[in-house]
């Protein structure tokens, strides 16, 4: 006989769970309320952007899995995400939706803390936000336009993050902060 789906199931899983509706938390369990070091009753239908470093990486991250949540109805990446002390921390999500046409009408996440898998060296949050952008493959002029920044200072936080992570180009970079892969 099959073991049936329970709330403490849910509230056990060794990853973080959470169930959104329109990017708004209205379940999650332990482990996630955890990873983040709020009280779950605290996420409970609160928005997603509380988690983010900024209102601009909330908004960004809104579009990027969109087309793979209307193609498949899953979608996954690492990003960076904020905890209640405001510290920084990576973060694998995995995200699925039962209804593609409207994907964030309803999904269900699930996140794993990778940062000990991460580099050491602390980046600014400017250099968070060049990196996840970079990381979806924008190039200096889309990610100046996002940021408000002209071209040339997003070159020059790229040179910077060459240097600060000893490597010779863009992909070595990625490769070094996001993972093989990632």
Partial sequence: MPLAFDHITFDLAPI????????????????????????????????FRMLYPSATEFDAMRNIGLNALRQTGQYSDERIMHRRDGTMFWVRVRVATPNPQNPLSRTILSFADISGQRPEVELTPREKQVVMRLGQGDTSKEIARALGLSPRTIDDYRARLLRKFKVRNIAELLSRIIGPGG
Avoid: D, W
Wanted: hydrophobic fraction near 35%; charged fraction near 25%; aromatic fraction near 10%.
């Fill in 16 to 47: 973080g769970l959470v169930l959104t509706e329109e990017r708004i938390i209205k379940s999650c369990n332990r482990t996630f309320a955890h990873m983040f070091g709020y009280p779950r009753e605290e996420l409970l239908n609160q928005s």
